[in-house]
């Protein structure tokens, strides 16, 4: 249980209690460590699907090695977010201010093979998380969206104006419904408040190299590949296409470093605080690099050898596709701070000294 609050970062938010679904993950391990840091504090429901109860230990950790005079632990309850008795049972024990939603199924390729289980878990598991929070006057959500929905992007840099996409996968679609869902609760009662946060594609770990992307089986992103070929699990990266419209033919992408993604989490609170109603911003550095760059400086950073091979296009994948984030900027004061170097250098402390994970 936590033990005590502590504040060592002046912020203008104030102090809230979240429930982070899907804080055992990726990117909700991260957060909780960026809102602590903030002074607010955080209940984790995780069913642990994809993710170890280790990231919270090791949170927990990190928090102590910041503030050493003070004991936190995040409580956790191991519960599904379809499971209502079980949610009921974390409100019964919690008051929250806002809850800060990650928990879904990400894999893009199992996606189209279980479209049913994405949809069940993903919106399913929503419907199920945003009643039982209305039934207990908890009505102010962040929600994991992605770049994903835009499809093939009508413009570069993407901005939030940008229509909405086809999808080229089901797990994309869970997104850009889930985001109609959120719109229309929201438009039928306005004591909601819905910060729709698009993430570009995050990398990196936290540079304590204690937490970190942990994916089960053959990655199916770029980043942690590219640390398994380096770590000498997989013999080479292949990397899909060299004959895109882009500087030097292979994919353009907005990579951001975990660390940042997770600070736009506490900066969003403020749109939450200031009755924001519905609010989507893109989570991006507004900087695109291509698989050739972060290859270059992943081996450039860190010393270590990358072998690829070109192979052929990947289906559903578009040439470029990267934000423009300075509505992020303007109206939550957040900006990304780290760039390539640290993406990289991170992502290889993470996997350099957790070769098997958690
Ligand atoms: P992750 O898999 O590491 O974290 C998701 C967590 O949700 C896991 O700990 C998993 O165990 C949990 N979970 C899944 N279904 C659940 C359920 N029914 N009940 C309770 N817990 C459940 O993924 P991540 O990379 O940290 O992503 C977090 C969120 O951000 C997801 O919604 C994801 O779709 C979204 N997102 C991720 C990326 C990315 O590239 N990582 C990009 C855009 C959006
Ligand atoms: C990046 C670039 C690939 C792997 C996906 C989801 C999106 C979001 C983020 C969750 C592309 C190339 C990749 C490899 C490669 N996820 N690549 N070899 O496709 O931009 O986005 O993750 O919400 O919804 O679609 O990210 O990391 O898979 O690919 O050459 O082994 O790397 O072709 O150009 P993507 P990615």
Not at 212 to 237: D, F, H, S, W
Not at 344 to 351: A, G, K, T
């Amino acid at each position: 249980m936590l033990k005590k609050k502590h504040k060592n970062k002046p912020t203008a938010n104030e102090e809230m209690n979240i429930l982070v679904t899907g804080g055992a993950g990726f990117i909700g391990s991260h957060t909780l460590i960026e809102l602590y840091q903030a002074g607010h504090t955080a209940v984790v429901v995780d069913n642990l699907s994809n993710s170890n109860p280790e990231s919270l230990k090791r949170v927990a950790a990190i928090l102590r090695d910041q503030t050493p005079s003070i004991d936190i632990e995040v409580p956790f309850y191991q519960v599904d977010i379809r499971d209502r008795q079980g949610l009921e049972r974390v409100f019964a024990n919690h008051h929250f201010d806002a809850c800060i939603h990650f928990a879904g199924l990400k894999a893009v390729g199992e996606s189209v093979a279980k479209p049913w289980e994405y949809y069940e878990n993903n919106i399913g598991g929503t419907l199920t998380l945003v009643d039982v929070m209305r039934q207990h006057g908890c009505k102010n959500i962040i929600f994991s969206s992605s770049a994903t929905v835009y499809g093939d992007p009508a413009q570069i840099p993407i901005t939030e104006q940008c229509p909405k996409g086809q999808c080229t996968n089901p797990y994309g679609w869970t997104k850009s419904m889930l985001e109609q869902v959120l719109t229309d609760i929201q438009s039928a009662d306005p004591e909601w408040n819905v910060v729709l946060l698009r993430y570009f594609n995050p990398v990196g770990a936290h540079p304590s190299g204690r937490i970190g992307e942990n994916p089960n089986g053959i990655p199916n992103n770029l980043m942690p590949y590219i640390t398994q070929v380096a770590i000498g699990k997989r013999p080479e990266l292949g990397v899909f296409g060299n004959d895109y419209p882009t500087p030097d033919g292979t994919g353009v992408r907005d990579y951001i470093h975990v660390v940042d993604l997770a600070s736009g989490h506490v900066c969003a609170l403020q749109a939450i605080e200031r009755h924001c109603g519905l609010a989507i911003y893109n989570l991006g550095t507004g900087q695109g690099y291509s698989v050739l760059d972060m290859v270059k400086a992943f081996v450039r950073v860190n010393g270590v050898d990358v072998p690829y091979s070109i192979k052929p296009r990947r289906p559903g994948d578009i040439a470029t596709c990267y934000s423009d984030p300075a509505k992020a900027h303007a109206e939550l004061g957040w900006q990304a701070r780290y760039g390539i170097d640290e993406m990289v250098r991170d992502s290889w402390n993470w996997q350099s000294q957790n070769p098997e994970g958690y």
